[in-house]
């Protein structure tokens, strides 16, 4: 039988692929929602059976509170969360706001389907290669961990963030040059190059990596996207 569900992400290309490959498993997408924002007041509407949240930043303050509301208005709907590799502070933020699972994002869609079902059940759904890792990591902290997503961010010259960025959003090909006043050709330069750079083979991954180590969030924060000519826009040269 299928779950009746909604799917939350702030990157809409994300939530409409992820919701469009459960609608084919047979499941009932209420709803496939972007920004997170408004998140709570439309699972609570909805009422689904279960709910999938992407997040980008798990350890964030403040990033599950729409958790809370929704299971303080309806606590039976089961809250799954879709995060990236996850801290031990991560997991257990989300379910001391009151998820039912954790899920990473770059899980394949089985894994996906099998903890949504495990949370309608009114059980935990957390891999136990997660709940392994995050026992491991909190007996040997890192000194320093390594942050991939600011890695990444290194290796994207400014236009290629915007176009990234673009990318998650869902723009295509036409969309892109026309928002960046780029002829066609240049834009698939571009995206071309960010994939290599990237090391994924398709726009989706793309949009997948930068949602799961925080590369758009910090391109947000450092001001990276920007319109090529608008006051504060990047300056990064041209690629032919």
Same mark, same amino acid.
């Given at each position: 039988?299928?779950?009746?569900?909604?799917?939350?992400?702030?990157?809409?290309?994300?939530?409409?692929?992820?919701?469009?490959? #459960?609608?084919?498993?047979?499941?009932?997408?209420?709803? /496939? !929602? *972007?920004?997170? @924002? %408004? +998140?709570?007041?439309? $699972?609570?509407?909805?009422?689904?059976?279960?709910?999938?949240?992407?997040?980008?930043?798990?350890?964030?303050?403040?990033?599950?509170?729409?958790?809370?509301?929704?299971?303080?208005?309806?606590?039976?709907?089961?809250?799954?969360? #879709?995060?990236?590799?996850?801290?031990?502070?991560?997991? /257990? !933020? *989300?379910?001391? @706001? %009151? +998820?039912?699972?954790? $899920?990473?994002?770059?899980?394949?869609?089985?894994?996906?389907?099998?903890?949504?079902?495990?949370?309608?059940?009114?059980?935990?759904?957390?891999?136990?290669?997660?709940?392994?890792?995050?026992?491991?990591?909190?007996?040997?902290?890192?000194?320093?961990?390594?942050?991939?997503?600011?890695?990444?961010?290194?290796?994207?010259?400014?236009?290629?963030?915007? $176009?990234?960025?673009?990318?998650?959003?869902?723009?295509?090909?036409?969309?892109?040059?026309?928002?960046?006043?780029?002829?066609?050709?240049?834009?698939?330069?571009?995206?071309?190059?960010?994939?290599?750079?990237?090391?994924?083979?398709?726009?989706?991954?793309?949009?997948?990596?930068?949602?799961?180590?925080?590369?758009?969030?910090?391109?947000?924060?450092?001001?990276?996207?920007?319109?090529?000519?608008?006051?504060?826009?990047?300056?990064?040269?041209?690629?032919?």
């Amino acid at each position: 039988m299928g779950v009746r569900l909604m799917v939350v992400d702030e990157h809409r290309l994300l939530a409409e692929a992820l919701a469009s490959a #459960l609608r084919l498993r047979g499941h009932r997408v209420l709803a /496939a !929602a *972007a920004p997170t @924002a %408004g +998140a709570a007041e439309l $699972v609570v509407s909805r009422a689904p059976e279960v709910c999938l949240l992407g997040t980008a930043v798990p350890a964030e303050p403040g990033i599950f509170d729409p958790i809370v509301t929704i299971k303080r208005e309806r606590p039976q709907v089961a809250v799954v969360v #879709l995060g990236p590799v996850p801290s031990p502070r991560g997991i /257990a !933020a *989300a379910f001391a @706001a %009151g +998820a039912s699972g954790y $899920v990473r994002h770059d899980e394949r869609i089985e894994g996906v389907e099998r903890a949504m079902i495990k949370a309608r059940a009114g059980e935990a759904a957390v891999a136990p290669q997660l709940l392994q890792g995050a026992f491991t990591e909190l007996l040997n902290p890192a000194a320093q961990p390594d942050d991939e997503g600011q890695r990444l961010l290194r290796l994207l010259t400014p236009r290629e963030v915007e $176009v990234l960025v673009r990318v998650a959003e869902g723009e295509d090909t036409r969309l892109i040059a026309a928002g960046m006043r780029i002829a066609p050709s240049t834009a698939r330069t571009h995206v071309q190059r960010v994939l290599m750079k990237l090391g994924v083979g398709s726009r989706l991954e793309a949009a997948a990596l930068a949602a799961r180590t925080g590369l758009l969030d910090r391109a947000a924060a450092s001001g990276t996207r920007g319109t090529p000519g608008a006051p504060g826009a990047p300056k990064g040269p041209e690629i032919p």
